[in-house]
């Protein structure tokens, strides 16, 4: 069996990236397409999930996810990338409550290449002129290409991406992620404060009662 798993997608700049001191504020809107395909690829399951994208001049993002549970539109969920923290954050907009989930290290990163000549070609996407470069996926330890991204070389920031992955015992699922409606203003910084929102530590992983028989393991 392959050696395969989401995480091991390599959404790879094949070149110099470059960091700048300030980074182009963004308001956009977002939406993923995720659809699941047979062995023919053809589409036996389709979703597409709508969110708010913000990322201010120090880098971090906010994504605020919609949710219509209920038969009513409303923002339920999202995720914050808090360089100021040096944290990553699950959002739950319903209990006012922010989750750290990972730890930032370094960045903000832009994402555009200095060296253009790695790129495989440029196409404006939603209004913006974007630089191309290939998605791999680890397969196995080599890398494959499974799709490509599209970078706006002038904001630093990655317009859309596109791509096929097959996890191992799973089906294909075509992956596309893409920003539009962009606009290069500040976002509100209340946004990014999270006011009164609760910062919880994350929770560790529930241990099982003494003397509480085991859960049961995957079928083989």
Known sequence: ????????????????????SQVTPVVANQRTIQDVLDSQGKVISHKETLAVFLRNSDGSTLTKSYSSAGGMPSIRSGQLVDYSRQKVYAINYEKSEAVPIADLHDGPHPEYLANTMTSLGEETINGIRCLIHSVYMKIDGEKHQVGKT??????????????????????????????????????????????????????????????????????K
């Open 1 to 20: 069996m392959r050696a395969v798993t989401l995480g091991s997608i390599i959404f790879i700049v094949m070149g110099t990236v470059v960091c700048q």
């Open 150 to 219: 599209y970078d706006s070389a002038e904001y630093g920031l990655r317009i859309k991406q596109d791509a096929i992955i097959e996890p191992p015992g799973g089906p294909r699922t075509h992956l596309v992620e893409e920003l539009y409606g962009i606009q290069t203003v500040d976002p509100d910084p209340k946004e990014f404060k999270l006011e009164k929102f609760s910062f919880l530590e994350k929770r560790p992983a529930a241990r099982p009662k003494p003397g509480a028989a085991p859960s049961p393991g995957p079928l």
